[in-house]
């Protein structure tokens, strides 16, 4: 940067480096970085905006080219739609009977012991086909045909 001084009657120029925040308040870098930070901010945020209203332009959209479309075309099907498939009423028919599902399961379980962790009630239910463990297992806790015994472990209501 060059400078211009007058001492003594005489100007002379003098050439001064600047440099860290000397030279960035010399030259505006202060206004220039609130500025540029102020312009990315506000384009993050139109950004934002934008995407999260897009649903909105998207569906208007479509209901304008539908309307347009609409005038020219027919309905070809004009059947009922398919109804919703059957609810598979398996957990239902299964848990109706807690009492039976209860001494299948306390079969299955002799081999562990009087006391034993809910994991190893879990994966024996595979040897009796159960179709839904968990749900089985929360039911019967439920119900009280499994007592804690504190650590994890669970026995049979007696």
């Excluded at 220039?32 to 999260?52: H, K, R, Y």
């Excluded at 007592?147 to 007696?158: A, K, V, Y």
Aim: aromatic share 8%.
């Amino acid at each position: 940067m060059i400078f211009f001084v007058q001492m003594d009657g005489k100007i002379t120029i003098r050439r001064c480096l600047l440099y860290g925040f000397e030279a960035i308040s010399m030259h505006n870098g202060w206004a220039m970085a609130g500025v540029g930070g102020t312009i990315v901010f506000t384009g993050l945020v139109m950004l934002a905006t934008v995407i999260s209203q897009l649903h909105r332009v998207l569906d208007f959209l479509e209901n304008l080219l539908g309307r347009f479309k609409g005038k020219n075309t027919t309905v070809v099907n004009a059947a009922t739609p398919d109804p919703p498939a059957p609810k598979p009423e398996v957990a239902k028919r299964f848990l109706d009977d807690l009492d039976t599902v209860a001494d299948r399961y306390k079969a299955v379980s002799e081999p562990v012991g009087e006391t034993f962790p809910l994991v190893e009630l879990h994966r024996l239910a595979g040897k009796i086909d159960d179709p839904h463990p968990h749900l089985t297992l929360t039911h019967l806790r439920q119900q009280c045909f499994l007592i804690p015994q504190g650590d994890g472990l669970f026995s049979w209501r007696p």
